[in-house]
């Protein structure tokens, strides 16, 4: 499987943007970028995913650069509820590949 | 939606005795996965299902770990006997299974909190 990198960790400033860099330079083509989230004591969540186009929801934005060998989750306006573990994943498709392989994330400390 | 269900919430048992955790997918979704997340390994895939089936178990770490889904609202993970390593956050989560992998957003529980003592 293709691997990520990320920061171990990072800071922001409530209400303040927050880019959260991912890379994944062995990505293949058919692999889609996810993102997910792991708030403290709890079961990670879904944020976002991609495939070459940048993708807004209403949680976040994902920039997927252009040769998609990184992309970069991007929180708006950070609150202190966006503290969490930030996990970038690469998911191929097909059928059966339901599975998602976790690296260590990136851990989003948030300040008043 | 209750979304998925887990229980017990935490467990404290003596090595060598018996563990069954459970868990109750989201109705209507056809995969389910258990996870196990420690300070040292982060998150880790143990297995997953398909419609009931087991498709991958390569993650179960030994043979003292087993699991199964009788039917699509339940499964259990079973650990037989315990040891003090097997201390974890133990994850399950569905996914609805039918838009294929790379596109199926998986729904996590709240967790099992494990220690073996």
């Known amino acids: 499987d293709a691997k990520t990198t990320q920061p171990n960790s990072m800071e922001s400033n409530e209400e303040e943007p927050v880019h959260l860099p991912c890379n994944h330079s062995?990505?293949?083509?058919?692999?889609?970028i996810h993102w997910y989230r792991q708030l403290p004591s709890q079961g990670p969540e879904y944020v976002i995913h991609g495939l070459t186009s940048n993708v807004n929801n209403r949680m976040a934005s994902l920039a997927i650069a252009e040769d998609r060998k990184s992309s970069t989750l991007i929180l708006h306006r950070a609150t202190l509820r966006d503290a969490a573990v930030y996990y970038c994943i690469l998911r191929s498709d097909g059928y059966n590949n339901n599975d998602m392989r976790f690296g260590a994330g990136t851990r989003l400390t948030v300040k008043p | 939606d209750a979304g998925v269900i887990q229980s017990p919430r935490h467990e404290v048992t003596e090595m060598g005795q018996e563990v069954t955790l459970r868990c109750k997918p989201i109705s209507g979704h056809n995969s389910l996965f258990w996870y196990r997340q420690t300070m040292m390994r982060g998150l880790e895939l143990l297995i997953y299902?398909?419609?009931?089936?087991?498709?991958?178990d390569s993650g179960m770490p030994e043979d003292r770990f087993s699991a199964k889904m009788p039917n699509a609202s339940f499964s259990t993970l079973k650990i037989q006997p315990s040891e003090p390593r097997d201390s974890a956050v133990y994850f399950c989560?569905?996914?609805?299974?039918?838009?294929?992998?790379?596109?199926?957003?998986?729904?996590f529980g709240p967790g099992t909190r494990l220690t073996v003592l």
């Open positions: 989560a569905s996914s609805p299974g039918t838009s294929g992998g790379a596109l199926d957003t998986q729904y």
């Open positions: 062995t990505i293949s083509g058919t692999d889609y």
């Open positions: 299902f398909n419609n009931n089936v087991p498709i991958d």
